[in-house]
Nanobody, 119 residues
């Protein structure tokens, strides 16, 4: 079964930048929507961005619009979340979700990567 792995989390100062990566272990990547979510302990998981399988369409939550950019490289089976103008409120565990509604359906989550924004 395919696996989803996030990487690139860490610490940043307010106003700084980080890039998260999401890889999928099998060669089905180009058929999958890739979503990014984040979760603060004790709170619900929040959806923040999605990119279509071809990469020609993306959408963002209001909380990150204009600061975060989602992209993908279907040759490398990887997606990215470029996070700029980081705020302390962006501190969370960030999760990648690989999804396909069409048969056979796919709904896979990574283990998450911690992002901490503080001065």
């Amino acid at each position: 079964q395919a696996r989803v792995v996030e990487s690139g989390g860490g610490a940043a100062q307010p106003g700084g930048s980080l890039r998260l990566s999401c890889t999928v272990s099998e060669n089905i990547f180009s058929s999958l929507d890739i979503n990014w979510y984040r979760q603060v302990p004790g709170s619900q998981r929040e959806w923040i961005a999605v990119i279509s399988p071809s990469g020609d369409s993306s959408n963002y939550a209001t909380s990150v619009y204009g600061r975060f950019t989602i992209s993908r490289d279907n040759v490398k089976n990887a997606a990215f979340l470029d996070m700029n103008a980081l705020k302390p409120d962006d501190t969370a565990i960030y999760y990648c979700r690989a999804f396909r509604r069409e048969t056979p359906p796919v709904d896979l989550w990574g283990q998450g990567t911690q992002v901490t924004v503080s001065s």
